[in-house]
């Protein structure tokens, strides 16, 4: 009788733990902390230093002020606006983007016009394009790299060439110091390599010209440097080929996030 009594307790013992196992309530796993380097809410803005140098080594300064604000449909897709206001000296150049942002990256609905332009008109006819260019990955790691933009050409049935892409490669994270207008800013940054190659004619080697990025967490982009060319078209989407002897730097002095 004592047995039994005992394998009773024993059994009940063993119930009531696997019970008060099996109703706690199913841990959640912790949350990850995806970084933002692209915060683009309604009226957030941006203001930056810009340096411009020539082949001929005048350098001019001015700075451009960005805005994202509305947005719009473009054949079925939905896109914020960039307002761009690049002031250099008495002149003033104001331009609209049309940009969306993913969960991967972020993605300029881009116009080809200028660079169409530059070819003859037996290859325009050949070309090939998509309508956006990733200029952003938000999500870094070592050895990262991704397509921003290609055009490609078709010579005949089977042959083709590509003479306009970018590319791009995640380098390393850098401390950047920043000299804004409210004082001295040491912040963490994501630095970005992109690199540009074109050739108008497929029997000619390619053109390469390079420019560099670094965003910051919760702000954005602080610093553009490298080839006009390369930098405006990370930076707004833009395909144009007529700045290609000049280089530009672009310092953040001012942001204000919403």
């Known amino acids: ?55 001929t080594g005048i350098l001019r300064t001015g700075t451009r002020y960005v805005l994202y604000d509305g947005d719009t449909l473009i054949n079925g897709t939905s896109y914020k606006f960039q307002k761009d206001s690049v002031k250099m000296g008495t002149e003033i150049v104001e331009r609209i983007s049309n940009f969306r942002k993913s969960e991967i990256g972020v993605f300029y609905f881009i116009d080809t016009s200028g660079f169409a332009a530059a070819l003859p008109d037996t290859l325009r006819n050949r070309m090939t394009v998509t309508s956006e260019m990733q200029t952003l990955l938000l999500l870094f790691a070592e050895g990262s790299f991704w397509q921003v933009f290609k055009v490609t050409i078709a010579l005949q049935p089977g042959i083709t060439y590509a003479p306009y892409r970018i590319t791009a490669n995640y380098v390393k994270e850098a401390i950047v110091l920043l000299h804004l ?50 930098v405006n078209t990370i930076l707004n989407g833009e395909l144009n080929l007529d700045d290609s002897s000049k280089t530009v730097t672009q310092d953040l002095i001012h942001y204000n996030i919403l």
């Open 1 to 55: 009788m004592l047995r039994i009594l005992k394998y009773i307790v024993i059994t009940v013992t063993v119930l009531i733990f696997l019970f008060s196992c099996t109703s706690k309530e199913p841990t959640a796993p912790p949350s990850v902390q995806i970084p933002d380097y692209f915060p683009n809410s309604d009226g957030t803005n941006y203001l930056f230093t810009v340096t411009e140098t020539d082949s």
């Open 181 to 230: 207008v409210g004082g001295d800013l040491n912040v963490t940054a994501q630095k970005i390599k992109y690199d540009l190659e074109f050739r108008l004619d497929p029997e000619e080697p390619s053109q390469k010209f390079t420019a560099f990025s670094w965003v910051a967490d919760k702000i954005g982009t602080i610093k553009v440097e490298g080839n006009a060319i390369v």
